[in-house]
């Protein structure tokens, strides 16, 4: 848009700022625009690589030495692990085979070649951030450690490693992590001071990267990885995988200890690795599902999707735009011309993905606004549960009640703690860390959810369609019934087809329901479904493909939900793959009363 504004007004001036920024890439796209360069205030940072920290350590990696029993049960145990929590793990996807520690230059001493070659590129090796860590004491330089990680498991791996610690688990050092996840009283814990003698350690995300800058960094320890998230069309699959941070991350990292003094940045990788790095991140444009900026394009008159999305910096692939604007008809978002309908300019009108979007217009239009409105916003943040174990515990699976839902578990414990809250705060942090529920993300459910409701009402719902109404979820609710067959409705044809404990089918191939879910089995124990089937919200893929927030359905809400349903000698076949039982004299019924949702969602949409 602004090139276009730019070939039209010459007279415009635009000015794009960033201290990582592909100079050469947009200057060339916007005609050769001139480029100016603002040197910075920062200090000069001394950076180091793994084979110069492992000769200055002198550092030698632990290898345990194994005979073939003992391997092939450590295979065997690895195998059964990613199997059982391989939606947890970190899953490094290298573009390059090469293992990298064995090229280190010759100019580095024999031992210090054999050692780096020793250690696996793929993991983090915490006997280095040790002895790092111990090196950095032994400077005197004042100053906090930033330790940059991955993700949430290897923040925690540790962390707990430290404490462990007979040293770093001491008064002499303070280790705090610094994760979106976390509340947000714990955060600014990293923002204040220590005592004089006391060293800071962050274990900290990209979130350090440029979203905060924490002043009294002097140190930065960097693992060079980040967990990224990408979409492929052709499955409509979701990746959180770990990969290799760009060149230009890498930079921006090191320039995080050089805000107050000279600094010191230590790179876990090598430097042959560090050439083979991206110059740039992969931009979000060519990882990400592309319905809400397809509906953009249309709500602002940008003419073709395809040919607008064409003129972008960076083009995403024809499957990406083809699966958007399919799944943007199968929603009715779009008619057949491609042309929105009156349900599409709404959803465009929503700070939602349009599948939760639409689930919002129907539950507003069925008269259970408050619910889907609380289900909506929860979906839009990481789960409130905090779950220490490896399967979710009874007392927040008691919000499921029995209705295998983790959906209805988030609209019950909102519910409770909403409840709770109007009694204070006092009482609301006690409820929380008795129960073990995020507060912080509970509070930015109810502030989403009450943005929401104002858009709603804004709209022209009327507010009786949003008042709060009970529900319980140990008997018969039909008002939780209607929220859970809308929420169906929402998010085909993602369907699960359950088979063995945690074993579900999704599109005729294999899949685990998330270890975190309240429909996940402990252990070797069997669970019996009310029904086979389960609509989920996401399919993950990190070593596994795992089925996200699930919601137990019967044939009935499945037939509803379904972008088709075809009967051949009497057997009832939904999404060309699912065979389901269903009384052929109910079947009818059935078909009507979905005609009758999709003409309801559109006559209210277009009143609006």
């Known amino acids: 848009v602004l090139r276009d504004i730019y070939a039209e007004f010459p007279n415009v001036r635009i000015v794009l700022m960033s201290a990582t920024i592909d100079t050469t890439a947009f200057s060339e796209y916007f005609g050769n625009a001139p480029v100016v360069e603002v040197s910075g205030r920062t200090f000069p940072v001394t950076q180091y690589f793994l084979e110069d920290i492992v000769q200055m350590l002198n550092y030698s990696p632990e290898v345990k ?20 929590h391989g939606d947890d793990q970190d899953s490094l996807i290298q573009q390059d085979k090469t293992n990298c520690n064995e090229l280190v230059s010759e100019e580095y001493a024999p031992q210090t070649r054999e050692a780096v070659s020793q250690m696996n590129e793929a993991l983090i090796d915490f006997g280095v951030v040790e002895q790092l860590l111990s090196y950095i004491k032994s400077l005197n330089v004042p100053g906090a450690v930033l330790v940059f990680l991955p993700g949430w498991a290897s923040i925690s791996g540790l962390m707990k490693h430290l404490h462990n610690h007979h040293i770093f688990g001491g008064p002499g050092y303070r280790i705090l992590p610094l994760h979106s996840q976390i509340p947000r009283e714990d955060q600014y814990q990293v923002f204040v001071r220590p005592p004089e003698g006391i060293v800071k350690v962050i274990l900290s995300t990209n979130i350090a990267e440029t979203s905060i800058t924490i002043d009294d960094v002097s140190f930065v320890i960097d693992s060079c990885k980040v967990k990224m998230k990408m979409f492929t069309s052709h499955n409509n699959m979701t990746n959180y995988a770990t990969v290799w941070a760009s060149q230009a ?8 200890a050089g805000r107050v003094q000279e600094g010191f940045c230590f790179n876990l990788i090598t430097k042959e690795r560090y050439d083979r790095l991206d110059e740039q991140t992969t931009p979000e444009i060519l990882r990400t599902p592309l319905h809400s900026i397809a509906l953009t394009i249309k709500l602002l008159r940008l003419g073709s999707i395809g040919d607008f999305l064409s003129k972008a910096l960076e083009v995403p692939s024809l499957d990406v735009v083809i699966e958007a604007e399919h799944t943007l008809k199968e929603l009715n978002a779009l008619d057949k011309n491609s042309e929105m309908t009156p349900l599409g300019r709404i959803l465009a009108r929503l700070p939602l993905e349009p599948r939760l979007g639409k689930m919002l217009i129907l539950g507003a239009a069925f008269g259970i606004g408050d619910c889907m409105t609380t289900i909506a916003a929860a979906s839009c943040f990481n789960e409130p549960f905090q779950i220490e174990a490896k399967r979710m515990p009874g007392k927040h699976r008691q919000y499921a009640g029995d209705r295998f839902s983790d959906h209805v578990a988030l609209l019950c414990v909102f519910d409770d703690w909403n409840r709770i809250r109007e009694g204070g705060p006092d009482r609301e942090q006690s409820w929380c860390e008795n129960k073990d529920i995020n507060m912080s993300t509970m509070r930015c459910i109810w502030e989403a959810k ?30 939780l019934d209607a929220a859970i067959t809308l929420l169906a409705f929402a998010l085909a044809p993602n369907v699960a087809v359950h088979t063995d404990g945690r074993k579900v089918i999704v599109d005729g191939k294999s899949a685990l329901l998330h270890k975190h879910s309240a429909n996940c089995p402990f252990g070797s124990k069997g669970v019996i479904f009310p029904h086979q089937t389960f609509i989920f919200s996401e399919k993950v893929r990190t070593k596994a493909v795992t089925a996200r927030q699930t919601t137990n359905v019967t044939a009935a809400q499945l037939v509803l939900s379904s972008k088709s349903v075809t009967v051949s000698n009497g057997i009832v076949t939904v999404d060309e793959w699912i065979p389901i039982a269903v009384g052929m004299l109910f079947f009818p019924y059935l078909i009507s009363l979905l005609d009758e949702t999709r003409k309801r969602c559109l006559f209210v949409c277009a009143k609006i």
């Open 65 to 84: 030495i194994m005979n073939s029993k003992q391997r092939k049960r450590k295979r065997r145990d690895e195998e059964k692990d990613a199997a059982e």
């Open 450 to 479: 009450r943005q929401l409701m104002e858009i709603l009402f804004n709209f022209g719902f009327p507010e009786e369609c949003l008042v709060p109404k009970a529900i319980s979820n140990n008997q018969d609710d039909p008002r």
């Open 249 to 256: 991350n890498i930079e921006q990292r090191k320039g995080r």
